[in-house]
């Protein structure tokens, strides 16, 4: 190397190529041909779409993405054309109406190219800053009945112990699955007398599948109440790496949700439940507490058919006493959005009309980003 020569940024190494780092952004981008069809998309468009490259990349991008303002679409027609939009509605047809800001530019020297970026702000606006104060405070009040609840409890598993010695040996599991379901909502009494002083379990490597299959054997147990018909189908990756979490907590989550998705689907001819977990990359929040930057790339979603929630209610849905179901009190889900944040995640909730599905998101953190928070306190 000469003296005046120019030291480049990896100097052991190489730099990052284009579609490296292109795959790397938490933004979506759609590569346009002339013609506004799909050239190619970087992970977060796939995520964005619900939809692979091969499905997308030919398409029309108009088949994919409806602009609710003609504005808009009309302006981006022309390739030469730089657009920037915020808060713009459009349509996607697998996930129904996003709020989104979007930007367009050009192709440096390849006419009629364009590059688009969408920030989907709907799922911005449902996670949000998620600080839950208002909804933590009117949550204390079953710390009241705490004591009352505990004694109960207790009886229950005194007397699983005791049906156990004089079942046969195949019924067995389900007194070991009530012992076990009664010291669960024993602990989450006990975490929730705590809320008043914003305590949060201890998070640890958890195996995503054990704790949702561990739910659904809960939901098909539970009482016999399992409407007829339903089907819980399961579409898991099982290449998953364990999440940083609370094990209780994380199946108390999936409990109420799976619960909350039977009931929505009963009266479907043919109600289904479907629980999937996969990585969604892009995703980085801002830890509860810490302020650190936090990714959250593997998802969860349970979804029904179910007529889902009605539209008046949607944007409430997590805040304490708002319900739609006639003996329901309204603080299921604001339990699950706390136990949820308490976990460092992030849970979010969307009604696709096209599909006719109602779809509940727990975004979660790697087991691996507790090393990385250590590291960067450290550092700090």
């Given at each position: 190397m000469s003296p005046g020569e120019a030291v480049g940024p990896h100097e052991a190494g190489t730099v990052p190529d284009a579609g490296r780092l292109l795959a790397s952004l938490p933004l979506a981008v759609i590569v346009l041909e002339p013609g506004m069809r799909i050239a190619a998309v970087n992970p977060a468009a796939e995520q964005f779409f619900d939809q692979s490259q091969r499905r997308l990349v030919g398409c029309e991008l108009a088949s994919v993405f409806a602009v609710s303002d003609t504005g808009v679409f009309e302006r981006l027609s022309d390739p030469d054309t730089p657009i920037s939009a915020r808060e713009v509605i459009v349509g996607v047809p697998r996930l129904g109406a996003r709020r989104i800001d979007m930007n367009v530019a050009p192709v440096a020297d390849t006419p009629g190219w364009q590059v688009?970026?969408?920030?989907?702000?709907?799922?911005t606006e449902a996670l949000g800053d998620d600080s839950g104060s208002a909804g933590e405070s009117v949550l204390r009040g079953p710390e009241i009945m705490a004591h009352e609840i505990k004694n109960p409890l207790a009886g229950i598993r005194g007397a699983a112990q005791l049906l156990a010695r004089k079942v046969e040996e195949k019924d067995r599991a389900l007194t070991e699955l009530i012992k076990s379901e009664v010291d669960r909502i024993a602990d989450l009494i006990g975490r929730m007398q705590d809320l008043s002083r914003r305590t949060a379990p201890e998070v640890v490597p958890c195996n995503l599948h054990e704790a949702a299959r561990r739910a659904i054997d809960v939901a098909r147990a539970a009482d016999?109440?399992?409407?007829k018909g339903v089907r819980i189908v399961e579409e898991f990756d099982p290449s998953l790496p364990p999440v940083l979490g609370s094990p209780d907590a994380l199946v108390q989550v999936l409990i109420n949700l799976l619960a909350n998705a039977i009931e929505?689907?009963?009266e479907n001819p043919e109600p289904r439940v479907a629980i999937r977990t996969r990585f969604a990359s892009g995703l980085q929040l801002h830890a509860t507490g810490s302020g650190l930057p936090v990714r959250l790339p593997i998802e969860i979603r349970i979804s029904d058919n179910g007529p889902g929630v009605p539209r008046a209610l949607r944007e409430h849905i997590f805040e304490p006493f708002v319900t739609s179901k006639k003996s329901g009190q309204g603080l299921g889900l604001p339990l699950v959005r706390k136990l949820v944040r308490d976990m460092n995640g992030r849970i979010t909730h969307?009604?696709?009309?096209?599909?006719?599905?109602?779809?509940?998101?727990?975004?979660?953190?790697l087991a691996g980003e507790r090393r990385k928070w250590s590291l960067k306190r450290n550092r700090s």
């Amino acid at each position: 190397m000469s003296p005046g020569e120019a030291v480049g940024p990896h100097e052991a190494g190489t730099v990052p190529d284009a579609g490296r780092l292109l795959a790397s952004l938490p933004l979506a981008v759609i590569v346009l041909e002339p013609g506004m069809r799909i050239a190619a998309v970087n992970p977060a468009a796939e995520q964005f779409f619900d939809q692979s490259q091969r499905r997308l990349v030919g398409c029309e991008l108009a088949s994919v993405f409806a602009v609710s303002d003609t504005g808009v679409f009309e302006r981006l027609s022309d390739p030469d054309t730089p657009i920037s939009a915020r808060e713009v509605i459009v349509g996607v047809p697998r996930l129904g109406a996003r709020r989104i800001d979007m930007n367009v530019a050009p192709v440096a020297d390849t006419p009629g190219w364009q590059v688009l970026t969408i920030h989907d702000n709907t799922a911005t606006e449902a996670l949000g800053d998620d600080s839950g104060s208002a909804g933590e405070s009117v949550l204390r009040g079953p710390e009241i009945m705490a004591h009352e609840i505990k004694n109960p409890l207790a009886g229950i598993r005194g007397a699983a112990q005791l049906l156990a010695r004089k079942v046969e040996e195949k019924d067995r599991a389900l007194t070991e699955l009530i012992k076990s379901e009664v010291d669960r909502i024993a602990d989450l009494i006990g975490r929730m007398q705590d809320l008043s002083r914003r305590t949060a379990p201890e998070v640890v490597p958890c195996n995503l599948h054990e704790a949702a299959r561990r739910a659904i054997d809960v939901a098909r147990a539970a009482d016999g109440e399992m409407p007829k018909g339903v089907r819980i189908v399961e579409e898991f990756d099982p290449s998953l790496p364990p999440v940083l979490g609370s094990p209780d907590a994380l199946v108390q989550v999936l409990i109420n949700l799976l619960a909350n998705a039977i009931e929505a689907c009963r009266e479907n001819p043919e109600p289904r439940v479907a629980i999937r977990t996969r990585f969604a990359s892009g995703l980085q929040l801002h830890a509860t507490g810490s302020g650190l930057p936090v990714r959250l790339p593997i998802e969860i979603r349970i979804s029904d058919n179910g007529p889902g929630v009605p539209r008046a209610l949607r944007e409430h849905i997590f805040e304490p006493f708002v319900t739609s179901k006639k003996s329901g009190q309204g603080l299921g889900l604001p339990l699950v959005r706390k136990l949820v944040r308490d976990m460092n995640g992030r849970i979010t909730h969307e009604r696709n009309e096209q599909a006719g599905l109602t779809h509940f998101r727990v975004h979660l953190p790697l087991a691996g980003e507790r090393r990385k928070w250590s590291l960067k306190r450290n550092r700090s």
